[in-house]
């Protein structure tokens, strides 16, 4: 049996009820709740923070809504997470992409363990301190590697010897943002603050590609990464914005200031602008505006940022009837969120934004 798509927060009912949350008609909120859990709620090897029972969870701590019943269907889908993570390090292989990542992995989990309530729940600190050990080295092949380095490919293409996915959805720059969100409010483990520094370290050098292969490492000159899409998910603006993050968890001003440069240089570059081809959060117009105002927001010259936030909300505004899906990461529901501003319930927090 397939699971309920219903559940999935990227574009089924439970990604359409965040609109009506953040606006606080929770009457439209609750068919669609009702709808995402008649077929019953994923607890299996593909819940994740979009999808099951942590996507419920996510949505219901929106609403102010904790449901006991629920964070322990949580509690065990993570606590199963982190075991095949300990497996798998201790049989010295290289991770893939969804066991850390924010869409499908610990990441994401991370990150709806952060929106709990009261104190930081000991499960939140063990996704930490697995997501510290990715900054350790990884040897393969007679090849010293990032600890981050996966076998799998972001998408259906083959990638010969395996890869260093860079971005917010998929890559390092997720797990850093977590580590960096948690260390801004006091939760810290061992080896923290140092990891943070090793993954800010590599997206400085490497985060304009969207993944770094075997190639890149090996090739005698550095590569220049051609004008790529400044999206959230992949792309100057989620890791400008990760990187702002890691540098205030970490009170490096200069590192702060550098990231907020290379926002400004994505937003005002027609190169990179040109290629945003629709108004979604995951990867146009929406993310785009989500981001920028975030990066604002958290900069001490904000008023840098007022001509492109004036410019990209224009473009999402156009675009929003444009989009063919419904919901929330490539839909109207993102979009319309993100064009409306609001962030009263912390939907943002699904994006590692805030």
Known sequence: MSPPRTQALAEGALGRALLHIERGNLAAARPLLAEAVVGGVSTGSNASLFHGAPALEFVLGRAGYADRTVQAAVDHVVA???????????????????????????????????????????LLQEVLAHLVTLAVPAETDARVLP?????????????????????????????????????R?????????????????????????YWITLDHLLAAEPQQAPPLRPSWCYGDLGIARTLQLAALALD??????KAEELAIAALTDSARLDRVTDASLCHGWAGLLTVTTAIAADSS?????????????QRLAGGIADLPKPGFLEGRAGAVLALEGSNMTGWTRALLIH
Do not use: K
């Open 147 to 183: 600890g981050w380095w996966s076998p799998d490919s972001p998408g259906h293409q083959e990638i010969a010897g395996g890869h260093a996915n860079n971005g917010v959805a998929h890559g390092i720059a997720g797990p850093l943002a977590l580590l960096s969100l948690a260390a």
């Open 301 to 313: 010259t904000p008023d840098r940022f007022t001509d492109p936030i004036w410019q990209t909300r």
């Open 252 to 257: 490096d001003d200069a590192r702060r200031q």
């Open 80 to 122: 199963a997470r982190l075991a095949a993570a300990r497996r798998r390090r201790e049989s010295a292989r290289l991770p893939m992409l969804a066991e850390f990542d924010l869409i499908r992995g610990l990441t994401g989990l991370g990150a709806l363990l952060l929106t709990r309530a009261g104190s930081p729940p000991p």
């Open 185 to 209: 409010r006091g939760i810290l483990v061992e080896g923290q603050l140092e990891a943070i520094e090793t993954f800010a370290t590599w997206l400085e050098e490497f985060g304009a590609s």
